[in-house]
């Protein structure tokens, strides 16, 4: 099906529906466009590039134990 006769299909039904039905009809436009606005994922060698970072600030003691964290939480 062409664009134009989606639209066309679109722009006929539109006018059959309630208020309430085209609101819905609006609402998962608009959930579809979230859908396609996501982060991609990101690639192994991108992964394993942010892993090995991590992994080097902890042996560096750039990090926070478990315990530190649950009471930083406390306070949230």
Known sequence: MTTTAIKKQVEDYHPMLSTKQ??????????????????????????????????TRIDNGNAVSHKEALKEIAKW
């Open 22 to 55: 085209q609101a819905l009809v609006l609402e998962m436009i608009k959930s579809l466009i979230q859908v396609d606005n996501e982060p991609k994922r990101m690639s192994r060698k991108q992964y394993n590039k942010e892993l090995n970072e991590a992994v």
